[in-house]
């Protein structure tokens, strides 16, 4: 299954910037991991006020408790407000079929 997930990441106040630049790092590394896995597929961000930070995904899991699981993991994850669309292909969708 494919899911599109909206993040918000709010840094809690009197967080050290040495730890969001350690969480930063690690997220990174967990992005790409992620990506390697083929369950991180796009990342976008998505236009807001400045100072503000939120970021459009397209996931790939085999269940919601699955994605759960992999957001979870994530090193900003207690940091996130986070929203899960399921996604389920359209007849007129233009990508190609796998055969």
Known sequence: M???????ITVPYGIP???VAERQTAEASAAAK???DGHLLRVWKRP??????????LYRAESEPELTG?????????WMRI?????????N?????AR
């Open 2 to 8: 494919e899911f599109l997930v909206e993040f918000e």
């Open 17 to 19: 910037e040495s730890e």
């Open 34 to 36: 992620l990506v390697e």
């Open 48 to 57: 807001v006020a400045p100072g503000d930070s939120r970021v459009l995904s």
């Open 70 to 78: 992999l957001l979870q993991a994530l090193p900003l994850y207690d």
């Open 83 to 91: 929203t899960v669309t399921p996604l389920a292909p359209h007849p």
């Open 93 to 97: 969708d233009p990508a190609p079929v």
